[in-house]
């Protein structure tokens, strides 16, 4: 088993239908492009040309174009649409998914027929017994799949799951440059992001260790009382902080007791003035500002 360099997003997980019948882009879909494009993953999208519409045709390109997708399709009419895909897409094959909640009979048994893997989304049945299918049951959990099934691909006990939890705009940061990708690293780490959309006790079974920023997630806090007991994290943050100490043994990259002294300015000082006198081989270590 190979772990998986390439995922192609199906139409028919890109879009959800309005009243009026018209397409629009769902937020999870929007988040999940946003890691893909910086995972070290090979991602792409892929439509249907039998049912293609001006709005859809324009929605495909915008998607492709801001989050630097490959974009290919096939027709389920003509015999050729097979090798044109595959020539379009020019994929690796046996390292390659394709995510879909809609079934294409001849075309998935040609994919097959090449080492692709076929993960449902939303199925309402477990399909995973089959060989080369796969299921999940919210696009949110895709990334979670692709790392344990990865991690599992390696074979090897030293590679390592870290899940990560943080606001959307400093995991961009990360992400853009390049410290948190799905497909193993040299050293055998892969990067996972939580997501609250899924029951957090099974992802965090998943993972060999948790990174945060805990401080993204106060949403008041009580500077009159104790910082451990005046700090009010998001409902999100409490639950995923009760399944942690329900997990006394699981490794938190910092602990989250931890975050109080940063946030308590005279036990930062305290801290600091115990340095001062800090020397190595009678070297100061702690240069104050103006010195």
Known sequence: M???????LDESVLFTEEGSGSLCISP????????????N?????CCQ????????ETLIKGLAA?????????????????????????????VSW?????????????????GWRIVYV?????IRA??????????????????????????DKLTLMIGYVMKLSREEDFAKAGIFPMYPTQNGLLFVPLTFELPLAQQLKRLDALLHKATDEIIQIDASSNFSKGTVFSPAFCELKRNIEDMPDFCVLDPLNNIYSLLDRHMIQNIICKLDGFTINGQFKIRHLGS
């Open 2 to 8: 190979e772990a998986v360099m390439e995922v192609l």
């Open 28 to 39: 999870a879909l929007a988040v999940l492009l946003r890691r893909l494009r910086y995972s």
């Open 41 to 45: 993953l090979r991602v792409g999208i």
């Open 49 to 56: 040309d039998d049912n293609a519409t001006p709005q859809k």
């Open 66 to 94: 801001t989050h630097s997708l490959n974009c290919v399709s096939f027709s389920g009419k003509h015999e050729d649409s097979f090798n044109k895909f595959s020539q379009a897409w020019n994929g690796t094959g046996p």
């Open 98 to 114: 394709y995510i879909t909640s809609k079934e294409y009979e001849l075309f998935f048994s040609q994919l097959k027929s090449k």
């Open 122 to 126: 939303g199925a309402e049945t477990d």
């Open 130 to 155: 089959k060989d080369g299918f796969s299921n999940i049951s919210k696009l949110e959990e895709l990334p979670i799949t692709i790392c344990s099934f990865n991690k599992t691909a390696t074979c």
